[in-house]
């Protein structure tokens, strides 16, 4: 990182730094689509890259909390399916990431995402209760996942249409996410350790600072979940990645 002091960061920085720690808390606890928010966030207050440094500590210690609470529903199957071919997307990121266009990588991102969930919502009026079942669908989503993960922590968008073309229920869809993404999350500990160098002691301790906006947004998102049947989460979950796709194009 940069800055040589906390106390160098400006107070601008500070309340968005807050914020999308807020929200981080908030998606991994259910309310998924909005993780892109914080990501923008991060990337206004510090630039694009080290920024990633900074929000990964944070992911993990949200990922740690959503595990703790929705162990219970994980659902390893999927896992077990998913999680091979992220690994890979994370080392073809690893290795090209760093000189990707961001253009490129952004509206390529953007226009996957919508054409799968121009899929799904066909699938959704033809009331098709069947699910992708060749390896081919998750060995592409895994890896894309895996690669935008290493670039920019931007898998969340990827991972929710898997999940959804799954037609997981919400805890489980919940659960499951919160062990697949604690798994990978630390596997990049290492990758911005000593790879990019994104993270430092400054930037831990920034982050340590961050935590508790990460529990208030924990808290306030395990209510909402609570209180959401499982069909609006559906949609709900559909339209945040579809809006979260529109502000990869802005950030």
Do not use: C
């Not at 982050?207 to 069909?231: S, Y």
């Amino acid at each position: 990182m940069n800055f040589a002091l906390i106390s160098e960061i400006s107070t601008t920085s500070w309340i968005l730094s807050f914020l999308a720690a807020f929200v981080i808390g908030m998606s991994k606890a259910g309310i998924k689509g909005i993780a892109i928010i914080n990501v923008t966030f991060m990337a206004i207050a510090f630039e694009t890259k080290q920024s990633t440094g900074i929000v990964l500590p944070l992911l993990v210690v949200a990922d740690v909390f959503a595990v703790i609470y929705y162990n219970r529903h994980t659902q390893w199957s999927y896992i077990a399916k998913f999680l091979p071919w992220m690994i890979l997307g994370i080392m073809l990121g690893s290795w090209v990431g760093m000189d990707l266009p961001e253009k490129a990588f952004k509206y390529g991102m953007v226009i996957l995402i919508f054409l799968i969930l121009a899929v799904i919502i066909w699938w959704d009026q033809k009331k098709e209760k069947t699910v992708p079942t060749h390896w081919a669908f998750s060995s592409g989503i895994g890896t894309l996942a895996g690669f935008t993960t290493m670039v920019g922590n931007l898998a969340g968008p990827i991972s929710n249409i898997y999940f959804l073309a799954m037609r997981l229920p919400k805890n489980h869809f919940i659960g499951t996410a919160a062990w697949l993404f604690l798994i990978i999350n630390v596997l990049k500990l290492p990758l911005h350790f000593f790879v990019w160098e994104t993270i430092s002691k400054e930037t831990l301790l920034l982050d340590l600072k961050l935590i508790p906006g990460i529990i208030v947004g924990f808290v306030i998102g395990i209510n909402i979940v609570k209180r959401i049947n499982e069909a609006f989460f559906r949609k709900m979950i559909l339209v945040l990645t579809a809006l979260g796709a529109i502000i990869i194009l802005f950030k």
